[in-house]
C-alpha cells in the first residue's frame, strides 16, 4: 500500500492465521455438498488469505508466497476446468454440462456429485486467481514510484 | 425468519447505508460500506440463506471492502458531497 | 457432424469462451496468435450461425437442454427464426470488425501490451452477446448481458485520455439499467414463480391485472432502453462512441445497441404478446413516443458536431430511435421494420465507423472540417464506401437503408400514426442534411494543396472489410424482398398479433 | 437538472411502493412461488428443487445442487463474469514490466 | 392487518434502502459515492428476491433426514438463494472493473468530482 511501517505483532499475526484460513477455504470447497460453502466462498478465502500477507507484509515480501504473474493464468484455469467438465460430457454424448456422461464409473447421482466437487474446485480457482490478481492491478504503479 | 431480529437489523441496514452516502471523509464511508455488507451479511442468514450470507460476509465485508480501501488510497479520500 | 449438428445452439457460446481464456495463454508464446484466433473462433462462429438458422428455418424452434434438464427446472436455449437472425447479424458484424481492427488497434491503442487482452476481451464481449441472444431464461439473459457490458466498459476505457471518464458514465448508467432489469424480473419472478421465458409467458394470462406485473415489465423496459440508449436515456452513448478506439465504436455502435433492441422486441412481442403491451398498459404506445423525439433529437444534434465520430454517435441514437419507433407502432409491418433495421444498420454504421477508423489510421483525424478532396484522392475506396453507407442511411432506393425505413412508413400509415410518418420523413431530410455535409467535404471541396499527392489508401485488411460491408449494403437492398419474405416473414408469424 | 434528479426518485420511490402493494405475502406457504404447480398446470421449479436433489445428485444441499447442476450453466456465465473483470483490470491497469526495465 | 404488515414490512426496508442507493448514483456528483450508492443498490436487490423467498417456520435449504424431503413448506425456497449468489459476484465484478476505472481517472484529471471532471475535460487539449 502506501508507506508501511513494519508492525511485528501484525506482521506475526497475519502469517499466522493466514493458513489456518487456507484451510479452513479448503475445507469450505470441499465440504461444500453437506454444509453451506462451495467454491466460490472457498475461493474468495483463499484469496482474503492471499491479500492478508499482502497488506501485512507488502507486496513484495508476499511475491514469494503467490507471485503476481500467477493470478490470472489460475484463473484462467478454474474456469477452462469449469468448461472442461462440461465439454467432456458433451464429448460423451450429452447436452453441455450434463454430468450423467462423465466417463467416470456408478450410477448417475454419483457422476453428478463428482460433477458438483470438480466444478466447484474450478470455481475457487478462478476466484482466488482473478481476485489477488486485481488487488495486485489496483496496486501496480505505486504513486510514489 | 425471525421479524423482530430482522427489524432490528433493518434498521441498523438503514443508518448504515445514511453514513455511507452523506460522510465527507471517503474512508468513513468505505469502512461504512463494510459493516452495511456485513450486516446485511447478517439479515441474509437470519432469513434462512446461509449460503448467500456466508457469501456476503466474505465478499462485501471482506474482499470488496479491501479492494475498495485500496481505491481510495489511490486517489483521494476527500469528497465534497 | 451430428455432434456438430445436435448441439449447434449451444456451440457458439461454448467456443467462444475458451477462446477467450486461450487467447492470452497463447500469446505467451507468440503475440500475434492473439488476433489469428480471435478471427478464427469468430469466422467459425459465423459457420455456426448460418447453420443454426438453416436450422432454425427448416425445422421450426430448437430447444437446447443445459445439463439436460428440462425448461422449468434447469436453462434452455431456444433457437427461433428471430434468435437465429440476431445471432448471424451480430457474429458477422464481428468477425469483420475485427479482420479490420489489426492497424487500428496498433495506431490507437499506445501499450502494446494490451493488445492481447484487448482481443481476449473483445471475444468475451461477442459470446456475452451471442449468450443473450440465443438464451431461453431471464436470468441467464442477466449474467451474459453483464458479461457482455463489462467488457464493452474495458473496451471503452483504453481509449484516448478521456475515455475512462466515458467509461465510468456508462458503467455506472448501465448498472442501472442491469439493477433495473433485475428488479423487474424480481417482480415477475415473485408474481409467477418461474424464470423461464416460455413458461413465463404461459403463466401471465393468469397474473397479468397485477400491478407488480405491469411495474415489472416496466422496469425491464426502462433497464433494456437503458442498455440500447433510448431517447432520454442515451446519456452515455455520445461521449464513449466518440473517445472508445475506432475497432471498439464498429463494434459497439452496431452490436451493442442493437441487442438492447432484441431482449425489447423479445419481452415485448413475444413474451407479453402484442395484445398485453399495446391495449391492456400502453408500453409500446410510450416507446414510439420517445422513439420519435430521440429521433429528431439525434438528427438535430448529429447536424451540429464537427467530429466525424460524434457525428455518427447522434446519428446512433436517431437510428435506434427508428427501431424503437417500430417497436412502437406493435404490428406486423412496424416490426418487420425494426427486424430489418436492426440487421441495416447494424451493417451501415459498422461500415461507417470502420470509415472512420481508416481516416483516423491514414490521416491521423477524422474532425470533418479537414476533409477535403484530397482526401478522396489519397482513400478512393475508403471514400467510396463512406459515400454508399452516407447514401444508405439517407435512404436511397436500391441501398438497404430504403426498405426498412419503407417498411416502418407503410406500418405508420397501416395504423394511421401520421405524426410518425412525418417523423420519419423529417428524418431522412435532417439525414440527407448532415451526411451531404460529408460528402460535399470529400467530393466537392478543393483540396487546400493542389499538389497530387500519391495515393495512401488504407491496407488490405482494413479495406476489404469496409468493401464487403459496402457490397453488402446494395446486396441487402437488392435482396431485401428476398429476406423479407424468407426470413424476416417467419419472425413475425411467430410473433404474438 | 437536480430537481430532475429529485423527482426520478420520488417517481421511483413511488413505483417500488405501488409493486409492494400487491406482492404477495413473505414466507406464505400458498404464494405463486412455493406452489407445487404455476396457475398454467407446469411444475414449479423450486418445489422440484426442493424434493430431487439427493435423488438427483446424492447431496444434500440443494443450494450447492442448484448452482452446479440445474443451473450450471448460470454459474459458467457468473465464472465468465469474474474472468472478464479480471480481464478488464489487465486491460485498464496493466503496464508492461519488461518495457519499464528496458528504460 | 397484522397479517399484510407481518407480511410486508420487509419489502418496505428494503425498498428504501433501494430508493437511498438509486439516490447515491443520480444525485452525489463524487464517483466514489455513486459506487457506494451501486453497491447499497445491488445489496438491496438481493434482498428483496431473498425475502420473497423466506417461508415461516422452515429451516435452512439443506436436506435433514428428520423431516425428509416429502413436504415443500419446511425448506426455504433454495432457487433465489442460488441466483443470489451469482448477483453478488457480479456485483462485485462491476466494482473491480469500476476500481480499476476510478484509478486510470484520478491519474489522469486528478479529481473525482463529476463537475470538476468535466471543467477539466473541457480545458484538456487531446481534442480526439
Not at chain 3, 470488425?97 to 481476449?120: F, M, N, Q, T, W
Not at chain 3, 419481452?267 to 429528431?296: E, H, K, M, Q
Request: with cysteine.
Amino acid at each position: 500500500m502506501m508507506r508501511r511501517d513494519d508492525d511485528a505483532i501484525i506482521s506475526l499475526v497475519s502469517r499466522t492465521v493466514s493458513p489456518f484460513i487456507m484451510i479452513f477455504a479448503l475445507y469450505v470447497i470441499f465440504h461444500g455438498h453437506y454444509s453451506p460453502g462451495g467454491g466460490f466462498q472457498g475461493g474468495t478465502m483463499l484469496a482474503a488469505a492471499l491479500i492478508l500477507v499482502r497488506l501485512a507484509a507488502g507486496s513484495d515480501l508476499a511475491q514469494l508466497q503467490f507471485p503476481r504473474s500467477w493470478g490470472t493464468p489460475l484463473g484462467s484455469a478454474g474456469v477452462l476446468i469449469y468448461w472442461g467438465t462440461g465439454f467432456v460430457s458433451m464429448l460423451c454424448g450429452g447436452n453441455f454440462l450434463n454430468y450423467a456422461f462423465l466417463p467416470v464409473s456408478g450410477p448417475p447421482p454419483h457422476h453428478r456429485n463428482l460433477g458438483i466437487l470438480f466444478i466447484e474446485v474450478g470455481v475457487g480457482l478462478a476466484v482466488m486467481g482473478i481476485l489477488t490478481a486485481i488487488y495486485d492491478d489496483l496496486l501496480e504503479g505505486r504513486p510514489h514510484d | 425468519m425471525h421479524w423482530e431480529l430482522e427489524v432490528v437489523l433493518f434498521v441498523f441496514l438503514v443508518g448504515a447505508a445514511l453514513v455511507a452516502l452523506e460522510s465527507r471523509n471517503l474512508l468513513t464511508a468505505v469502512v461504512s460500506l463494510s459493516v452495511f455488507s456485513f450486516l446485511s451479511a447478517l439479515l441474509y442468514a437470519a432469513m434462512g440463506a446461509v449460503d448467500v450470507g456466508f457469501t456476503e460476509a466474505v465478499v462485501g465485508g471482506g474482499v470488496s471492502g479491501i479492494l475498495f480501501v485500496v481505491t481510495i488510497f489511490r486517489t483521494s479520500r476527500k469528497s465534497k458531497d | 457432424m451430428t455432434w456438430i449438428w445436435n448441439n449447434s445452439p449451444a456451440l457458439p457460446v461454448v467456443l467462444l469462451l475458451p477462446t477467450a481464456i486461450a487467447i492470452p495463454l497463447f500469446a505467451l508464446i507468440e503475440r500475434r496468435l492473439a488476433r489469428w484466433l480471435a478471427l478464427a473462433v469468430s469466422l467459425t462462429t459465423v459457420g455456426l450461425s448460418i447453420l443454426n438458422l438453416v436450422k432454425a428455418l427448416s425445422l421450426g424452434p430448437i430447444h437446447y437442454h443445459m445439463g439436460g434438464w428440462p425448461p422449468p427446472i434447469g436453462i434452455e436455449y431456444v433457437l427461433d427464426p428471430l434468435s437465429a437472425f440476431v445471432l448471424l447479424v451480430i457474429n458477422t458484424i464481428g468477425f469483420l470488425v475485427l479482420v479490420h481492427a489489426k492497424k487500428v488497434v496498433d495506431r490507437e491503442i499506445p501499450e502494446s501490451g494490451k493488445h492481447v487482452p484487448y482481443y481476449a476481451v473483445a471475444v468475451l464481449m461477442l459470446c456475452g452477446f451471442n449468450g443473450i441472444v440465443v438464451t431461453g431464461d431471464f436470468f441467464n439473459l442477466y449474467v451474459w448481458l453483464e458479461i457482455a457490458s463489462l467488457s464493452l466498459y474495458g473496451l471503452i476505457a483504453v481509449g484516448s485520455r478521456k475515455a475512462p471518464v466515458a467509461a465510468i458514465r456508462y458503467l455506472i448508467l448501465g448498472t442501472i439499467g442491469a439493477c433495473f432489469y433485475l428488479l423487474g424480473l424480481g417482480f415477475l419472478f415473485t408474481m409467477t414463480g418461474t424464470l423461464n421465458m416460455a413458461d413465463l409467458k404461459a403463466i401471465l394470462p393468469a397474473v397479468g391485472h397485477e400491478p407488480a406485473v405491469v411495474i415489472g415489465l416496466g422496469l425491464i423496459v426502462a433497464g433494456m432502453g437503458l442498455k440500447m440508449a433510448l431517447f432520454p436515456l442515451h446519456g452515455w452513448l455520445p461521449d464513449s462512441y466518440t473517445y472508445a478506439p475506432s475497432s471498439s465504436s464498429a463494434l459497439i455502435a452496431p452490436i451493442g445497441t442493437k441487442v438492447g433492441a432484441y431482449v425489447l422486441i423479445r419481452v415485448l412481442f413475444f413474451i407479453f404478446g402484442t395484445a398485453y403491451v399495446s391495449r391492456t398498459i400502453p408500453v409500446t404506445t410510450v416507446i414510439g413516443w420517445l422513439a420519435a423525439a430521440g429521433i429528431l433529437y439525434g438528427s438535430i444534434m448529429a447536424m451540429a458536431q464537427t467530429e466525424l465520430k460524434r457525428m455518427l454517435a447522434y446519428s446512433s441514437i436517431a437510428q435506434v430511435g427508428y427501431i424503437g419507433l417500430g417497436i412502437g407502432l406493435a404490428n406486423p409491418l412496424g416490426l418487420i421494420g425494426a427486424v430489418l433495421h436492426l440487421m441495416n444498420h447494424a451493417a451501415m454504421k459498422a461500415l461507417l465507423f470502420l470509415v472512420a477508423g481508416n481516416f483516423r489510421t491514414i490521416l491521423g483525424h477524422s474532425n470533418i472540417a479537414r476533409l477535403d478532396g484530397s482526401t478522396r484522392r489519397r482513400m478512393p475506396w475508403t471514400t467510396a464506401a463512406f459515400a454508399v453507407g452516407a447514401l444508405s442511411m439517407i435512404g436511397i432506393p436500391p441501398l438497404a437503408g430504403f426498405f426498412s425505413k419503407w417498411y416502418l412508413a407503410l406500418g405508420a400509415v397501416a395504423k394511421k400514426q401520421w405524426i410518425f410518418l412525418a417523423v420519419i420523413l423529417l428524418s431522412s431530410l435532417l439525414n440527407a442534411v448532415y451526411f451531404f455535409r460529408v460528402i460535399e467535404r470529400i467530393y466537392f471541396a478543393r483540396a487546400e494543396s493542389s499538389a497530387a499527392e500519391p495515393r495512401t489508401e488504407a491496407s488490405a485488411s482494413m479495406l476489404v472489410p469496409v468493401l464487403v460491408l459496402a457490397a453488402a449494403l446494395i446486396g441487402l437492398g437488392v435482396l431485401n424482398a428476398f429476406i423479407v419474405k424468407g426470413v424476416i416473414g417467419k419472425i413475425v408469424t411467430s410473433a404474438m398479433f | 437538472m437536480k430537481a430532475v434528479n429529485y423527482a426520478v426518485l420520488a417517481l421511483f420511490g413511488a413505483v417500488l411502493i405501488l409493486a409492494g402493494l400487491s406482492l404477495p405475502d413473505r414466507g406464505d406457504p400458498t404464494a405463486p412461488l412455493n406452489r407445487d404447480k404455476s396457475a398454467a398446470g407446469t411444475p414449479n421449479a423450486p418445489s422440484y428443487y426442493i424434493r430431487n436433489p439427493e435423488r438427483d445428485a446424492a447431496t444434500p444441499n440443494m443450494v450447492t445442487v442448484i448452482l452446479a447442476d440445474y443451473r450450471g450453466f448460470d454459474t459458467m456465465g457468473e465464472e465468465t463474469v469474474i474472468l472478464t473483470a479480471g480481464l478488464n483490470c489487465f486491460l485498464i491497469l496493466r503496464r508492461e514490466r519488461t518495457k519499464e526495465k528496458r528504460r | 392487518m397484522t397479517k399484510f404488515l407481518l407480511g410486508h414490512y420487509g419489502y418496505w426496508f428494503v425498498f428504501l434502502l433501494m430508493t437511498l442507493g438509486f439516490y447515491g448514483m443520480v444525485v452525489k456528483k463524487n464517483l466514489v459515492k455513486k459506487l457506494i450508492g451501486m453497491n447499497i443498490f445491488q445489496v438491496a436487490i438481493i434482498m428483496f428476491y431473498l425475502s420473497s423467498a423466506g417461508k415461516w417456520k422452515a429451516t435452512i435449504p439443506i436436506v435433514d433426514p428428520a423431516i425428509g424431503t416429502a413436504g415443500t413448506a419446511r425448506y426455504i425456497d433454495p432457487l433465489q438463494h442460488c441466483l443470489m449468489l451469482t448477483a453478488i459476484v457480479v456485483g462485485v465484478a462491476t466494482s473491480g472493473v469500476a476500481y480499476a476505472l476510478l484509478i486510470t481517472i484520478y491519474k489522469r484529471f486528478g479529481t473525482l468530482h463529476e463537475d470538476e471532471l468535466i471543467e477539466r475535460m473541457k480545458n484538456d487539449l487531446d481534442m480526439e
